[in-house]
């Protein structure tokens, strides 16, 4: 993988169970070394207009969507605003978050019925990889992030000027510019700039994972 890891498929559920017994991860680890580790699949959605109230980081937040949405208990694994807090607009009440659960079927059961976070129901979609945009110079076309980045100096992905996005005090929609569109009235990071857009649905085309609403099954209505 690109980030040094490696997926292992197996061959059949039987060899899956063996290895989620924690002796016999051991046993396989012995033959790659002392800091590898394994990490089980994740299953990632975004949820769209939950109230701002949710908190991402409380176990007793994941317990309620778990019993709320007859999950089995651990279902919920992380979850985290999609949009940073600072971004958000002054009165703005809700926002989407990612929520990544520890299998196919929880992911889907709430993409099928919907969940209830802070008294309101809520859907989520599956969390599709997006084209990697770099954060130094917010291009989509270099297949590079900002580690990598070949430019001298870091163009803010709010206005289009020389310094990072953290740093910029424009607050003003209108005076925002995108260096990717060559226009003003959005930034580079928005997700409705058409050449995100146009990027997004060319991307999708080759995704085989898009042309699914749910993660595959043995259920047939998820196919």
């Known amino acids: 993988l690109t980030h040094g890891g490696i997926l292992y498929e197996l061959s059949d559920p039987a060899s899956a169970t063996w290895l989620s017994i924690p002796g016999n991860r051991s046993i396989f680890l012995e033959h790659f070394g002392a800091e590898v580790i394994i990490k089980d699949r994740a299953f990632h959605l975004i949820v769209e207009n939950v109230?701002?109230?949710?908190?991402?980081?409380?176990?007793?937040?994941?317990?309620?969507?778990?019993?709320?949405?007859?999950?089995?208990p651990k279902s919920v694994l992380k979850a985290r605003y999609i949009k940073p807090i600072a971004r958000r607009f002054p009165n703005q009440r809700t926002a989407h978050i990612a929520l990544t659960l520890n299998s196919k079927t929880s992911a889907n059961?709430?993409?099928?019925?919907?969940?209830?976070?802070?008294g309101k129901k809520v859907y989520g979609r599956k969390l599709l990889p997006e084209p990697t945009r770099c954060l130094k110079c917010h291009t989509f076309d270099g297949?590079?992030?900002?580690?990598?980045?070949?430019?001298?100096?870091d163009t803010c992905g709010t206005c289009g000027d020389k310094h990072r996005t953290a740093e910029c005090e424009v607050n003003d929609v209108a005076l925002y510019h995108c260096v990717n569109?060559?226009?003003?009235?959005?930034?580079?990071?928005?997700?409705?700039?058409?050449?995100?857009t146009a990027k997004w649905e060319a991307y999708k085309l080759r995704n085989d994972e898009a042309q699914y609403i749910y993660f595959p099954t043995e259920d047939p209505l998820t196919w």
Not at 181 to 196: D, I, L, M, N, V
Request: proline share 5%; glycine share 8%; with cysteine.
């Open 143 to 153: 297949g590079h992030i900002a580690m990598e980045c070949q430019q001298e100096h």
């Open 51 to 72: 109230p701002i109230s949710f908190n991402p980081t409380s176990q007793i937040a994941y317990s309620d969507i778990e019993k709320k949405g007859g999950l089995q």
């Open 109 to 118: 059961q709430i993409i099928r019925h919907g969940i209830v976070l802070e």
């Open 181 to 196: 569109c060559k226009t003003s009235g959005h930034a580079a990071w928005s997700r409705e700039c058409p050449t995100f």
